[in-house]
Nanobody, 115 residues
Framework: QVQLRESGGGLVQAGGSLRLSCVAS????????MGWYRQAPGKQRELVAT???????NYADSVKGRFTISRDNAKNTLYLQMNSLKPEDTAAYYC?????????WGQGTQVTVSS
């Protein structure tokens, strides 16, 4: 079955960096579009970034120029490099994979940015 396992979250000061990882299994990782979403307390889950099997990327305006999504198909791993972090980036971050009609989510990893 599809499994997505995130790691790499933590507490960081504003201006700092973190790299999130998501190890995927149960499907052909290399050819599928993957994404990162986040959800802050009291807010809706929002798209952060996506990457296609051909490495085309897309970012939310709020993270453009600061975050980089990438993938290592040999390791079935998705990454999110987050630089210049801001307090408003505080959220639970989720790795996601869509295979219609289903959307699969990892358990999430918490990122907290202190001011």
């Amino acid at each position: 079955q599809v499994q997505l396992r995130e790691s790499g979250g933590g507490l960081v000061q504003a201006g700092g960096s973190l790299r999130l990882s998501c190890v995927a299994s149960g499907f052909v990782f290399s050819i599928n579009t993957m994404g990162w979403y986040r959800q802050a307390p009291g807010k809706q889950r929002e798209l952060v970034a996506t990457i296609t099997g051909g490495d085309l990327t897309n970012y939310a305006d709020s993270v453009k120029g600061r975050f980089t999504i990438s993938r290592d198909n040999a390791k079935n791993t998705l990454y999110l490099q987050m630089n210049s972090l801001k307090p408003e980036d505080t959220a639970a971050y989720y790795c996601t994979f869509k295979r219609p009609p289903y959307t699969y989510w990892g358990q999430g990893t918490q990122v907290t940015v202190s001011s």
